[in-house]
């Protein structure tokens, strides 16, 4: 009832709807009509009451990621269909993978904050209450374990055309990051539990500044929000786009093994293809300038001695000579 009673409001976005008219169509009493709002709105949801009008939806929620605002717009065919949204989780990422065996493919799971976000090699990602988007997608690909590193570059191809459809340009810094204005915006961490020739499933885990305004001191010199850099989108939004687009490249990967949308995308985008950057890897630091991006999604590089290599993602950093990109 209360799915349909915010569908209902959503198709009526702006206007008014009088109680009468809810509970007409709903066929439940006024005063039940009062109560569905009173848990709706404690729910955060922001509906304006006015007497004799009825209610009004006000900005589609607060924003709030929950199933209703999101499946409302939604156009996939599996990927976020099930979502599960937490007010607060120690890492989405972590859930994601004890529930991962049960969980229908496509699942995604969204927190409002994380408690113990976590960045690559225990490396942490700051997360807090409703300033960003937190939100980690299950999937059980039928392909072979040595394919699923390529799923980091599809989800930061699939990040970059979400903002760049609401009108925020970006770039990526390969294999990981999304960067606007030298600083980081979003950045993923995937995560694999697989047999030698199967995969158990993959956790995609994506976090994007959208609403912060200040950051801790640690990170202030590295990262930036969308709000910072002046837009101001709403997070539903997003999270509609990059579902859309990422399953869209995401079969186009897994079916046909096609490849070449989500490379032109990460290679139109990229924050270093063509600059001398810092490549550490295992506690060493090396000044290499790079190339371009392969076609199987490996960064190559050309070292201080002029022998061109190819870098797997993995767990490699990518430094600027002069700051972080
Ligand atoms: C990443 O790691 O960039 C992967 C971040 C993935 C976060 C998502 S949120 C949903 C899901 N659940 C999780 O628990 N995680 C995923 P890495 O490349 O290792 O970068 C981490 C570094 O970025 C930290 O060491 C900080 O320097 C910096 N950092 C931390 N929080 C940040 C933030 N909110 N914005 C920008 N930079 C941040």
Same mark, same amino acid.
């Given at each position: 009832m209360r799915d349909k009673i915010i569908e209902t409001l959503l198709d009526n976005r702006g206007n008014f709807t009088s109680g009468e008219y809810l509970s007409k169509i709903l066929k439940i009493s006024s005063e039940a009509i009062e109560e569905y709002m009173k848990v709706l709105k404690s729910e955060g949801y922001n509906i304006e009451e006015v007497n004799r009008k009825g209610y009004k939806l006000v $900005?589609?929620?607060? $924003?709030?990621?929950t199933y209703d605002s999101i499946s409302y717009k939604l156009d996939t065919?599996? +990927?976020?269909?099930n979502i599960i949204h937490f007010e607060t989780i120690d890492s989405t990422n972590d859930y994601a993978k004890k529930v991962a065996l049960q969980e229908k493919d496509g699942t995604v799971i969204i927190s *409002? *904050?994380?408690?113990k976000g976590k960045g690559r090699i225990g490396r942490q990602w700051v997360s807090k209450s409703r300033e960003g988007i937190w939100m980690s997608i299950i999937l059980k690909p039928n392909i072979i374990p040595q394919k699923a590193p390529f799923l980091t570059l599809i989800a930061g191809a699939s990040i970059a055309k979400a903002l760049n459809n609401l009108g925020v340009e970006t770039s990526i810094k390969w294999p990981n990051d999304i960067i606007i204005n030298n600083k980081k915006v979003s950045g993923i961490l995937t995560e694999l539990s697989a047999e030698i020739d199967k995969i158990n499933y993959i956790v995609l885990g994506m976090g994007i500044n959208v609403k912060t305004i200040e950051f801790s001191q640690e990170i202030s010199d590295i990262a930036t929000s969308l709000y910072k850099e002046g837009h101001k989108v709403s997070r539903v939004d997003i999270v509609i786009n990059i579902l859309e687009e990422f399953e869209r490249l995401y079969l186009q990967y897994i079916n046909h093994d096609l490849k070449n949308e989500i490379l032109d995308i990460c290679r139109k985008h990229?924050?270093? +293809?063509g600059k001398d950057i810092y490549v550490i890897m295992n506690g060493e630091k090396d000044l290499v300038k790079c190339l371009d991006i392969n076609k199987d999604g490996n960064l190559v590089i050309k070292n201080n001695e002029n022998v061109i290599k190819e870098i797997m993602s993995g767990e490699v950093s990518i430094r600027g000579v002069e700051g972080y990109v």
């Open positions: $900005d589609n929620t607060t $924003d709030l990621l065919k599996y +990927i976020g269909r *409002e *904050e994380q408690t990229s924050a270093i +293809i």
